[in-house]
């Protein structure tokens, strides 16, 4: 397959993406926020969540805090 037919394949599906706001590199944030969620409902603090995170996937904890601000946040 092509670069080309998988892009028009999933054309309306990237238009859509785009109106909504959402950035296609967006993908690569889903296992954290899923992570953040579980953790969230067994650990009350939210400190203690953000450094777990940040220490588990390499990164600080304000670009966690970040990343799930930008998760949360609505689309359009």
């Known amino acids: ?3 080309a037919d998988l892009i028009e394949f999933n054309k309306e599906l990237f238009q859509k993406l785009k109106q909504a706001g959402i950035k296609l590199e967006d993908y690569k944030y889903c296992d954290l926020y899923r992570d953040y969620v579980e953790m969230s ?3 009350p603090n939210r400190k ?10 390499g990164i600080t904890d304000r670009q ?3 990343i799930i601000n930008h998760m949360k946040s609505p689309v359009g």
């Open 64 to 66: 966690v805090y970040n």
């Open 48 to 57: 203690v969540v953000m450094l777990t995170l940040a220490q588990r996937y």
């Open 41 to 43: 409902r067994e650990e």
């Open 1 to 3: 397959m092509l670069r």
